[in-house]
């Protein structure tokens, strides 16, 4: 099973409300699509979204990365059916990069699960079944964010992640206004994207505590894995790993450290689902609770994601990205009750794209 042509397109979706955190600010996905073509007659679909305030990412790196390195090389006569090889190409294809690699290991699952006939999450070992995400509260005013959080709780959410790092000394208050909104109907979990020091962390958390924040999630830098275990260690809430994890040796530092308790598992960061597949499993041996989220992202790499955070029994969702675009240009894939995930029936991703406009490369 060989690929014999691909696409590479970008698409414009935009969100139905601005989404605001600590390191950007979006009122639109661009989404790359990825479109592969095999010799069996099967074609299989994936995407990334460019994050770069967070990967690294841009529009015109993931595109150039995909037309001028991923995709020629598995073109090159790889078997898709040797599974491992294929993902190394993938992986090796250049360095960093994740997203665009993303895109492309998702249609290559894409491309394996439908030649069995299976939707992707019985392919990855897992059922078919509801899944229940959190929602996001995008940084704003203190005020603001708390309509924010009564408007999603009335959705139907109920555990909302608060976007704090306002850098203006103001995050107590907004946490508290929230926490006033919602006393009581929703779980709350804080997310500062980075923003704050050990000691800005360590000062803000006996206001969350009151406030019954249950999870704290990146409070310091990326690459300060010592902090997240200081704060971890001398506070009292349970601490997730978020930008400070992309791949394996990042989550081995975390656990070497004691550093977290959960991580928050993202196909942007891990390049796709085959690393992203044994990051969970390395965390669920090492007792780390595991967290399946993504950046603002179209519905194909959601649904690969959602597909995933059933298959490996996720212990929290963030995967409500795609609730909030005005329309994913797509057929098929995941589909939003209020909280509620409905996994796609069809075989594979259970998603093609729809809407088809100018920017194919």
């Not at 090889?85 to 492309?104: D, G, M, P, Q, S």
Request: negative net charge.
């Amino acid at each position: 099973m060989k690929i014999i042509g691909s696409s590479v397109e970008s698409v414009h979706l935009p969100l139905t409300t601005p989404f605001r955190t600590a390191l950007r600010q979006i009122s639109a996905v661009e989404e790359i699509r990825v479109t592969i073509r095999t010799d069996t007659g099967v074609e299989g679909v994936g995407s990334a979204a460019p994050t770069g305030k967070v990967t690294g990412d841009t529009q015109g790196a993931i595109q150039c990365a995909l037309t001028e390195y991923i995709l020629p090389s598995l073109e090159d006569g790889v078997d898709l059916r040797r599974q491992h090889r294929a993902f190394a190409v993938i992986e090796t294809a250049l360095i960093h990069n994740t997203a665009a690699k993303a895109a492309v290991d998702i249609a290559v699952h894409d491309v394996l699960a439908q030649s069995t006939g299976q939707p992707l999450v019985e392919w990855l070992g897992g059922v078919r079944c509801p899944l229940t995400t959190d929602a996001t509260v995008s940084l704003a005013g203190p005020d603001v964010m708390a309509r924010q959080a009564r408007e999603l709780q009335d959705e139907g959410f109920s555990t909302l992640k608060v976007k704090l790092g306002g850098r203006d000394g103001r995050d107590p208050e907004r946490i508290e206004a929230v926490h006033e909104m919602v006393s009581g109907q929703a779980r709350l979990l804080v997310d500062a994207n980075q923003a704050w020091t050990v000691r800005e962390a360590l000062n803000y958390e006996p206001t969350l505590v009151a406030c019954h924040v249950e999870w704290l999630e990146q409070p310091v830098v990326a690459r300060d894995i010592d902090g997240l275990a200081e704060i971890r260690r001398r506070g009292r809430l349970p601490v997730i790993a978020d930008e400070s994890v992309y791949g394996i040796d990042d989550l081995l530092a975390v656990i070497q450290r004691r550093a977290a308790d959960m991580v928050n598992i993202k196909l942007m960061k891990t390049g796709g689902l085959y690393v992203a597949r044994t990051l969970a499993a390395l965390a669920r041996a090492r007792g780390i609770q595991i967290m399946v989220g993504s950046m603002m992202e179209g519905i194909a790499s959601v649904t690969a994601a959602a597909a995933l955070a059933a298959a490996v029994d996720a212990d929290s969702l963030d995967l409500d990205a795609g609730y909030f675009l005005q329309s994913g240009l797509v057929r098929g894939g995941i589909r939003y009750h209020g909280s509620r995930i409905e996994l796609p029936e069809g075989p594979g991703l259970g998603t093609k794209f729809a809407g088809r406009e100018r920017g194919t490369v």
